[in-house]
């Protein structure tokens, strides 16, 4: 295993400069809301990207059923992700919020399946270790995603798959995304051999490109913002972005909702847009006295 890791270190300038990145996500809006500029930003640069979509999100919604809800998500997410530069998106269908009567080991051999079958240079899961995002569907994706990544490289997970030719395949970075709200998000754990560090991304030129793809998750928006509509009604209070509340106001929340994220992640650094990551990457288990 050791040997791999170092291989991994010396992979060729080419494959660094136009990687295959896979992303994956519990939800529609999650990795988009957290990585989407960067992202969206390697897509340009010439980045070939997959995405796995984990849940259905057929419970975001309002006044809609389940099965109308999952229809309208999935179309929108797949429109959001296009707009990002990503060239697929798989939708695995587990129900929404529902993940914890579902298999792990299930959902990380689907996982460990699509990183053997693309072969990604890079992958983007939701962070398993934060503390403050309480939607638990991303702890369960997250924890299935990273065990995915670490037995991707093994022989003796899924041997059957060799046998069709999926080997076994290291991913030589990972990238942990979550909303920056953790107040100790930015403290290193440990050193950087043992812990995936934080990395702080510029993405002021995808800014722009990363709002105009959230805001095409239409079906979320509009719930997420009705809800907070009819609660500020009942209390006889108002919202002044949300009036009068039409389709215009939904997508003026999704632009400050995705303006300030970046804003907050770009505190303390000489970027006016960010998006923040734990990241393990050539330094991930590999002391710097090792490598050339």
């Known amino acids: 295993m050791r040997a791999i890791l170092l291989l991994a270190a010396l992979l060729p300038a080419a494959a660094a400069d136009k990687p295959v990145v896979l992303v994956v996500t519990a939800d529609a809006s999650n990795y988009l809301l957290t990585a989407g500029g960067t992202i969206a930003g390697m897509a340009d640069r010439g980045a070939t990207v997959y995405l796995i979509r984990v849940t259905n999100d057929d419970k975001d919604s309002y006044d809609l059923p389940p099965e109308e809800t999952a229809l309208r ?3 929108e997410s797949e429109q959001a992700a296009k707009m990002l530069g990503v060239r697929e998106v798989i939708s695995m269908g587990y129900r929404a919020s529902e993940l914890h009567d579902a298999s792990f ?20 899961i939701p962070n398993p270790y934060t503390e ?12 299935a995603a990273e065990d995915a990544w670490r037995a991707a490289a093994l022989e003796n997970y899924l041997p059957a ?20 709200f953790d107040p100790r998000r930015r403290e290193p754990e440990s050193t950087e051999t043992f812990v995936p560090q934080p990395k702080t991304v510029d993405i002021s030129e995808t800014i722009d490109k990363k709002i105009r793809a959230a805001q095409a998750l239409k079906t979320i ?6 809800r907070l509509h009819d609660r500020l009604t009942a209390t006889q209070r108002k919202l002044r972005l949300l009036e009068p509340f039409d389709e215009t106001a939904v997508n003026r929340l999704v632009d400050l909702n995705v303006r300030g ?31 050339r």
């Open 73 to 75: 998500t999935r179309m």
């Open 105 to 124: 080991t299930g959902i990380r051999d689907r996982l460990m399946f699509y990183i053997r079958h693309y072969k990604p240079a890079i992958v983007f």
């Open 132 to 143: 403050h995002d309480r939607v638990l569907d991303r702890y369960y994706t997250g924890s």
């Open 161 to 180: 798959a060799m046998d069709v030719g999926l080997k076994p395949h290291l991913t030589p970075e990972l990238y942990y995304y979550a909303e920056p």
């Open 221 to 226: 928006n509009y719930s997420m913002a009705k």
């Open 261 to 291: 994220l970046a804003k907050i992640a770009a505190e303390g650094t000489p970027y006016k847009a960010a998006e923040e990551f734990r990241h393990a990457g050539v330094e991930f288990r590999i002391p710097r006295k090792y490598r």
